[in-house]
């Protein structure tokens, strides 16, 4: 089996894409908020407000992975946070999908970001665990 290239945001590639305009704010929230926990589409999509937990000011989420059914701690910031958007809802990210007419949308907000890498949801995943690799060293 061929190995397949796992393309990753760079800190100034996030940060360009934050300040770029997207014609899908719900998927732009989403994407930003992987690339913020590493948490995957499947558990961004069924994320609940009673899921995220505040002690003492700070922030977690406390959920079940979808694909691993772990029980899973994750402490977040509040930048991340701030990606969830309102109460309004039970779940912050109600109604997301993501199929090849989101997929149109993430691609057409990256190239509008002038980043002409081929970034799909998963990338952000990737850019979390690059992000954490590179502020370790």
Not at 111 to 132: D, E, N
Request: proline fraction near 2%; glycine fraction near 4%.
């Amino acid at each position: 089996m061929d190995e397949t290239r796992r393309n990753y945001l760079t800190m100034d590639e996030l940060n360009k894409l934050v300040k770029t305009p997207c014609t899908h704010e719900m998927v732009k929230r989403a994407a930003i908020f992987s690339a913020l926990t590493g948490l995957r589409f499947s558990d961004i999509e069924k994320l609940s407000w009673n899921e995220v937990k505040v002690v003492n000011g700070d922030y977690s989420l406390e959920f079940t992975q979808r694909k691993t059914k772990g029980i899973e701690t994750l402490p977040i910031s509040a930048q991340a946070v701030s990606m969830l958007g309102t109460r309004d809802q039970v779940r912050p990210f109600e109604g997301l999908v993501y199929n090849s007419y989101k997929n149109e949308f993430l691609k057409k907000w990256v190239a509008s970001a002038g980043i002409k890498k081929k970034i799909t949801f998963h990338c952000f995943r990737h850019t979390f665990a690059t992000l954490q690799l590179k502020c370790r060293y």
